[in-house]
Every structure is written in structure tokens, then in C-alpha cells.
């Protein structure tokens, strides 16, 4: 069973939190969300989304100049 279905939010955010500063902020954005909190999890969502998108445009980049080549 989960903290947060126990009502141990604060421990149950502080778990979310650790996780977050590991690279999981799945959980945290969720919980912020549900407090009501949309621009923090927003923002938190915002990074990882914009590695993503980044790391497509490299690789379409580099799919174009390889047909440049051919």
C-alpha cells in the first residue's frame, strides 16, 4: 500500500522528490498535480520533453545529411 493511500502525504512527497532528483519524475509530477500545483508540474514535465524532441531533431538531422550524401 502506497503512503499517499495511507494519508502519509508528506512522506509520501518526500519519496516522490528523491525520485525526481534520480531522473523519476513521474510520480512527483502526479502529486503535484493533484495538490493543484500545475506550473511546478509543468515545469518539471517541460525538461525531459524537450530532451526528447531534441534528441529527434539530431537524428532527423542526421538521416538528411546521410541522404544528402547518397
Do not use: H, K, N, Y
Not at 512522506?11 to 498535480?33: H, I, N
Not at 518539471?44 to 547518397?70: I, M, T, Y
Amino acid at each position: 500500500m502506497s503512503l499517499f493511500a495511507l494519508g502519509r502525504r508528506a512522506e509520501g512527497r518526500s519519496v516522490c522528490e528523491e525520485l525526481a532528483g534520480a531522473g523519476r519524475s513521474g510520480q512527483l509530477t502526479t502529486v503535484l498535480a493533484e495538490e493543484g500545483r500545475f506550473g511546478e508540474a509543468a515545469e518539471l514535465d517541460e525538461a525531459p520533453a524537450r530532451r526528447e524532441a531534441l534528441g529527434v531533431l539530431e537524428q532527423l538531422a542526421s538521416a538528411s545529411a546521410g541522404e544528402a550524401r547518397a
